[in-house]
T-cell receptor, first 114, second 113 residues
Framework: AQSVAQPEDQVNVAEGNPLTVKCTYS??????LFWYVQYPNRGLQFLLK??????LVKGSYGFEAEFNKSQTSFHLKKPSALVSDSALYFC????????????FGTGTLLAVQP | NAGVTQTPKFQVLKTGQSMTLQCAQD?????MYWYRQDPGMGLRLIYY???????DKGEVPNGYNVSRLNKREFSLRLESAAPSQTSVYFC????????????FGNGTRLTVT
């Protein structure tokens, strides 16, 4: 079965420090990979995606993600965390086929301390 | 821009009652989706509609029905609500291609007692 794993339920980081939120996937073919962010009582918002090409993808709000095919990983990163980055982050993937059916990870709560 | 609009925002049902969750998008997207979000389980696809006039089951379709009323609207119906359907429900839309990001509504929080 195809799946997306986010091994950390919560990541704590001090403001100004770099952050990493981990994601690994088990999806057939050449998957398309996405990161979304969810603020309290809101829907998910798209951050960035990897389709093909450069393994380092840049997205909204200073976030970037590194695709690693050999490790089947797509970790989300930011060089300097802000308190306002505190939110729930979801990694998602599809199989790059005809339909846009996403498989989501279970989410990682990012807490940035002042 | 309204984007994806869901109604109602909150709902409490008794076991066995029925209700319809409404969703509309104004982005002229072909594809629409219904997900449920439960703690520790992420988002799971209930049903999706790749284009007007078509619907398909997702990962957890049991107990639900959908209607793609037109290109803008995609409704989710619970015919006989059960406590296991207590969840937050999200509607989303996207372009048809599989590299297109989904645009989500703000969700409906449903409690079944």
């Amino acid at each position: 079965a195809q799946s997306v794993a986010q091994p950390e339920d919560q990541v704590n980081v001090a403001e100004g420090n770099p952050l990493t939120v981990k994601c690994t996937y088990s999806v057939s073919g050449n998957p398309y990979l996405f990161w979304y962010v969810q603020y309290p009582n809101r829907g998910l918002q798209f951050l960035l995606k990897y389709i093909t090409g450069d393994n380092l993808v840049k997205g909204s709000y200073g976030f970037e993600a590194e695709f690693n095919k050999s490790q089947t990983s797509f970790h989300l990163k930011k060089p300097s965390a802000l308190v306002s980055d505190s939110a729930l982050y979801f990694c998602a993937a599809n199989d790059g086929g005809a339909t846009n059916k996403l498989i989501f990870g279970t989410g990682t709560l990012l807490a940035v301390q002042p | 821009n309204a984007g994806v609009t869901q109604t109602p925002k909150f709902q409490v049902l008794k076991t066995g009652q029925s209700m319809t969750l409404q969703c509309a998008q104004d982005m002229n997207h072909n594809s629409m989706y219904w997900y449920r979000q439960d703690p520790g389980m992420g988002l799971r696809l209930i049903y999706y509609s790749a284009s007007e006039g078509t619907t398909d089951k997702g990962e957890v379709p049991n107990g639900y029905n959908v209607s793609r009323l037109n290109k803008r609207e995609f409704s989710l119906r619970l015919e006989s609500a059960a406590p296991s359907q207590t969840s937050v429900y999200f509607c989303a839309s996207s372009e048809t291609t599989s590299n297109s990001p989904l645009h989500f509504g703000n969700g409906t929080r449903l409690t079944v007692t």
